[in-house]
């Protein structure tokens, strides 16, 4: 699948933690037996899109540090489209894949 990498300070603006969502908060990649948990969905509002943004984090992050309302600071991050799985493969949305998250403003 094709990333592509974009600057979060001037895509999103300033973040603010929100947290995990209830349901499906594992991101799982595969099927069958050869299915893994390559990270955990997180939210974050975004100053810039004045809406949550839902990313994907490496399970090394330990989300518990994070309060409701913490301002936060996202590095290396790479998005992915999601396609439609119609004729035209239509763009319906972007994964985001974030490396690290850390409190504060950068």
Wanted: proline share 4%; charged share 25%.
């Amino acid at each position: 699948m094709d990333f592509l990498k974009i600057k979060p300070k001037e895509t999103f603006g300033t973040l603010s933690f929100v947290g995990k969502p209830i349901k499906g908060s594992e991101y799982i990649q595969g099927s069958g037996r050869d299915r893994r948990h390559n990270g955990n969905y997180c939210r974050l509002l975004s100053s810039r899109q004045s809406e949550t943004i839902e990313i994907i984090l490496p399970t090394r992050v330990n989300l518990s540090e994070f309060n409701f309302g913490d301002v936060v600071t996202i590095e290396d991050v790479k998005v992915e489209p999601m396609s439609e799985s119609t004729n035209n493969g239509a763009i319906v949305g972007w994964r985001i894949f974030v490396q690290n998250m850390k409190k504060g403003n950068a």
